[in-house]
């Protein structure tokens, strides 16, 4: 089963986000800002992770994200509330491999995702 983190200031949004995301077959954890996912992930690295564009420290918890992975791929998507090109350039260059427009919902989300295969 695949490892996927949420790093979201939002109990709510991890909330609903981790159901969907369970329910589509991920194993799901979850974050409430960048030192705690930076913690979680030395511990156990995710395969797909969703990382708020509001989150203290998010562009950093990216690139730390990518250097602890190495040669591993790790899809990492970096969550804004609009289509905002100077920072999703900025996301590019620290790491990201997505985009996610929030507040997201089960059919975008599981349209951002879905072409993930949730087998380990």
């Known amino acids: 089963?695949?490892?996927l983190m949420i790093v979201d200031?939002?109990?709510i949004v991890r909330k609903v986000g981790r159901r969907i995301l369970t329910e589509i077959g991920f194993l799901v954890s979850e974050?409430?800002?960048a030192g705690e996912a930076l913690d979680r992930c030395r511990a156990e690295l995710p395969d797909v992770a969703i990382v708020d564009s509001f989150a203290d420290g998010a562009l950093e918890l990216i690139a730390e994200m990518r250097r602890l992975a190495g040669d591993r791929q790790i899809r990492i998507?970096?969550?804004l509330v609009e289509n905002d090109l100077?920072?999703?350039m900025?996301?590019?260059r620290a790491g990201a491999t997505d985009f996610m427009?929030?507040?997201f919902d089960?059919?975008?989300l599981t349209a951002a995702v879905g072409t993930i295969d949730t087998a380990a």
């Open 9 to 11: 200031n939002s109990d």
């Open 90 to 92: 900025v996301a590019k």
């Open 77 to 79: 998507f970096y969550c």
């Open 1 to 3: 089963m695949k490892r």
């Open 86 to 88: 100077k920072k999703m």
């Open 101 to 103: 427009l929030k507040p």
């Open 31 to 33: 974050a409430r800002d």
């Open 106 to 108: 089960r059919r975008s």
